[in-house]
């Protein structure tokens, strides 16, 4: 007992320090879930190791140690800048994209959504790869300049030429905003995720990194299978069917969720105006055209 007696005094808790420390413990949470499974992990594991001699050199009395750290120290601040660029980017863009009283985003065109959802439909039965983004709250300016600008009315009509194989546009991503395609072509930062399958492609990993900069949706059909996949917020769903797509993107943007049977009756719309478009078949006599 006379032991305890020299230690200090804990403070009370009250509120106030409970929720400090519960807002703190959120914060160190976030900032490991930042990093969690990318390369940063190692380097801020590295640099809480300079730290940690650092703060024993200083302790232990290691004048030699603490003479070469005292020099590497003060530089910690910046390099943290400087190598977690995107780590920190990427938060930013998280905490902005958060939207204030549930209001929905700029996205309100069911119609745009249908043009589209008919354009992936066939895309995907032709095996025609495809990659569409589809901007939300945060602005994709960056990225709409790297590619041609259109600006045109989105059509389903003008996505699949867009997306032809052997046309300059083919290659690249092309990016909604609102009931237009701003453009095409667009280059797109690829994820880095060590725990996505090696399988994925370079379409699918553009398709997971511009979801983990911005709060779009992005809709991939694969070029081997013809699958359908859907991307949000660094996440990859693949083999969608057509409605699934739909609740998918209504959900993404705020939209009220429609019903099954909505969902049903907008999927079968979708597919007798897929068959009516749909060239006839060759007959026996006939030879079939290739794929495009």
């Known amino acids: ?28 949470y976030q900032c490991l879930m930042v990093v969690r499974g990318t390369r940063a992990g ?5 640099i809480a190791v300079i730290v940690c001699l650092y703060v ?11 003479s070469v750290l005292s020099l590497i120290v ?28 549930g209001l929905a985003g700029a996205f309100h065109a069911p119609e745009a959504a249908n043009e589209i959802l008919m354009a992936v439909e066939q895309l995907g039965a032709q095996k025609i790869g495809a990659l569409i983004v589809l901007e939300r709250d945060i602005g994709l300016r960056t990225f709409i300049e790297s590619g041609v600008r259109l600006e045109a009315y989105l059509s389903r009509d003008l996505l699949l030429s867009i997306f032809q194989p052997g046309l300059p546009l083919h ?8 009931d237009r395609i701003a453009s095409a ?32 949706l992005s809709v991939v059909v694969s070029e081997e299978t013809g699958r359908i996949s859907v ?39 979708l597919t007798l105006a897929f068959k009516d478009d749909s060239p006839p078949q060759a007959g026996p006599g006939q030879k079939s055209a290739g794929r495009l």
């Open 1 to 28: 007992m006379q032991l305890f007696r020299h230690l200090p005094s804990l403070p009370v808790l009250d509120a106030t320090g409970a929720i400090d420390i519960v807002v703190v413990a959120f914060l160190i």
């Open 42 to 46: 190692a380097i801020l594991l590295g």
């Open 56 to 66: 024993g050199a200083v302790w232990v009395g290691l004048e030699a140690l603490h």
């Open 74 to 101: 003060p530089y910690i601040g910046l390099a943290v800048i400087v190598l977690f660029q995107s780590e920190i980017r990427r938060t930013l863009a998280r905490l902005g994209r958060r939207r204030l009283l």
């Open 171 to 178: 290659d690249g991503a092309a990016i909604v905003q609102k």
């Open 185 to 216: 072509a667009c280059f797109l930062p690829l994820t880095i995720n060590p725990a996505l399958s090696r399988k994925l492609g370079t379409r699918h990993r553009a398709a997971i990194g511009i979801t983990e900069e911005t709060d779009c």
């Open 231 to 269: 991307a949000a917020f660094g996440e990859l769903t693949q083999g969608l069917t057509v409605p699934e797509v739909l609740e998918r993107i209504h959900r993404h943007f705020g939209v009220d969720r429609p019903s099954l049977s909505q969902i049903d009756d907008s999927a079968a719309d």
